[in-house]
Structures are given as C-alpha cells and as structure tokens.
C-alpha cells in the first residue's frame, strides 16, 4: 500500500512564497522518482516539477523555471516542492505523485509516468 500526503497549501499574494511537502509512506523502496503537477479549474492536468529517488536530478515545465524548486530529504523520506514569485496563474490544485520502474518508460513530464498520487493541495495566489 502506497500513499502520498501533501501539506502546504494555501493562500499568498502575488509574489509570494509558499513550501509545498509530500510524505510517501508504504512501498517506497519501489520508487523510481517524484513529480508535482497541477490543476486549475476546467484544464487539464499540468507538468510542474520533477525529481530523481536519489535527489540528483531534476526537471521544470518552463511555466515555473526560476521560480519553483524541487527537492529530496533522504532523512526524512520527504519532497518538497519551494514556490516563490508565485503569479495569480500559479493557482490550482497541486498534486505530488511518485514513479515505478514499470512506469519509468512514460516520460516524467506526463500523469502516466506516476502510478501513484497524493490527494492534492489548494494553492491559491490573489492579485
């Protein structure tokens, strides 16, 4: 049994900062990699970020290049997702999600490279 938590969510002006966390629990010696994507009412689920298990490599949708960082806390077990300069377009449902070694043939950037997902947490940026 797999499951993802993510905290941090919230509400933040227009060139704010907000941390987002997800705590995997379960099979993660199974993991392949982690990814955050997001939703905003009425599109379609988005890229955001990217990482490697180990933490040594990272990918972002060029939205957010510059303003988001994605990391690892071996220690923890954790990944967090660091927004800053976040934008009124930034507000959606963000959503952590881990990787297999079965999916690792989809690329990292699409919802079918994750078999697994958290339950999502609201961002919300006001102008």
């Known amino acids: 049994q797999v499951q993802l938590v993510e905290s941090g969510g919230g509400m933040v002006q227009a060139g704010g900062s907000l941390r987002l966390s997800c705590a995997p629990s379960?099979?993660?010696?199974?993991?392949?990699?982690m990814g955050w994507f997001r939703q905003a009412p009425g599109k379609e689920r988005e890229f955001v970020a990217a990482?490697?298990?180990?933490?040594?490599?990272?990918r972002y949708a060029d939205s957010v290049k510059g303003r988001f960082t994605i990391s690892r806390d071996n220690a923890e077990n954790t990944v967090a997702l660091q927004m800053n300069s976040l934008k009124p377009e930034d507000t959606a449902v963000y959503y952590c999600?881990?990787?297999?070694?079965?999916?690792?043939?989809?690329?990292?950037?699409?919802?079918?490279?994750?078999?697994?997902w958290g339950q999502g947490t609201q961002v919300t940026v006001s102008s």
């Open positions: 379960g099979r993660t010696f199974s993991f392949y990699g």
């Open positions: 999600a881990a990787r297999s070694l079965s999916s690792s043939r989809y690329s990292s950037e699409i919802p079918s490279g994750y078999p697994y």
């Open positions: 990482i490697s298990w180990s933490g040594a490599s990272a």
